[in-house]
């Protein structure tokens, strides 16, 4: 199991965005995602992505 987490500063408005392309962009690589959580800390926005990566 793996972990990817990604940050997003002010309002996190774009932090969805930002999953999805991480996502897309490494699909070959990822055989199952397992989960996305989301926190916030302030204004610190972070989404971190529990996931198996393919063999």
């Known amino acids: 199991m793996k972990h990817m ?3 997003e ?4 408005s774009g932090l969805n965005d930002k999953v ?3 996502i897309s962009e490494n699909e070959d ?3 199952e995602i ?3 959580e ?3 800390h302030g ?3 972070i989404a971190t992505i529990t996931y ?3 063999a």
């Open 5 to 7: 987490t990604i940050l």
């Open 9 to 12: 500063y002010d309002d996190g």
């Open 20 to 22: 999805q392309r991480w």
């Open 29 to 31: 690589q990822i055989l």
């Open 34 to 36: 397992i989960d996305i």
């Open 38 to 40: 989301y926190s916030q």
């Open 43 to 45: 204004n610190l926005f």
């Open 52 to 54: 198996e990566e393919r």
